[in-house]
Nanobody, 124 residues
Framework: QVQLVESGGGLVQAGGSLRLSCAAS????????MGWFRQAPGKEREFVAA????????YYGDSVKGRFTISRDNAKNTVYLQMNSLKPEDTAAYYC?????????????????WGQGTQVTVSS
């Protein structure tokens, strides 16, 4: 079992940057694939990024490629999402997710554990 707590959200102007953090409890953090998803009001939860156990492999949703970077520090039980060149359409609640072996990195239902989310609002 793992518990996830996101932080780092807030209000930023278009073109700005934010870094989200997700702190995980438990001793086996390094054995979980970690993902970030987002959900805007009235929309489905959308895949943002995922990272393998070791951090050697990363995946990104098409809408954030080249702007967002996912990373992890297994010694600190934390995964990060660096968000640059933010756009108003990036406004959403951002959720951290974890699973030992998600069959599909980009599918929310394939992750067992979720944080409560952190709000990101990008003003134009």
């Amino acid at each position: 079992q793992v518990q996830l707590v996101e932080s780092g959200g807030g209000l930023v102007q278009a073109g700005g940057s934010l870094r989200l953090s997700c702190a995980a409890s438990g001793r086996t953090f390094s054995r979980y694939v970690m993902g970030w998803f987002r959900q805007a009001p009235g929309k489905e939860r959308e895949f943002v990024a995922a990272i393998s156990w070791s951090g050697s492999t990363t995946y990104y949703g098409d809408s954030v490629k080249g702007r967002f970077t996912i990373s992890r520090d297994n010694a600190k039980n934390t995964v990060y999402l660096q968000m640059n060149s933010l756009k108003p359409e990036d406004t959403a609640a951002y959720y951290c997710a974890a699973d030992p072996t998600p069959p599909r990195y980009g599918v929310p239902h394939d992750y067992d554990y979720w944080g409560q989310g952190t709000q990101v609002t990008v003003s134009s």
